[in-house]
């Protein structure tokens, strides 16, 4: 099933919502939509994988962190949100390979928790 992406902002965090099965080139081109330049807000963002499938390899993971984290200017936090133990996993891999200096990265399971996160 292709992805499908529908981004906005809500009280101050960007809302990444994926349905389907993302490839690499489709999260690095959302990536791109999303920077600076684009109008929207980088500093609090939240990448809902609920309705999608992540299950990417560890190369994969890396090449997806590493071109997220050459368009780090400023401070700012990523939250990820799943719903299956599998994708859980998968996904604190890529928060290991994803966490820079600037760039606080945290998975989690619960809406409410990672938007309180992303805003403490």
Known sequence: MQATFDIYEKNGVLLICIEGDPTVSDIKQTLDQTRDE???????????????????S??????IA?????????????AMLVNQDLSYGVSRMYEAYR???LTDVKVFK???????????
């Open 110 to 120: 619960d809406e409410a928790e990672a938007i309180e996160w992303l805003l403490e």
């Open 99 to 101: 966490k820079t200096p």
């Open 58 to 63: 560890a190369e994969e993971l890396e090449e």
């Open 66 to 78: 590493s071109h997220a984290s050459s368009a780090d200017i400023d401070p700012s936090r990523v």
């Open 38 to 56: 684009s109008g929207y807000s980088n500093l609090y963002r939240l990448w809902d994988f609920r309705k999608a499938a992540f299950d990417f």
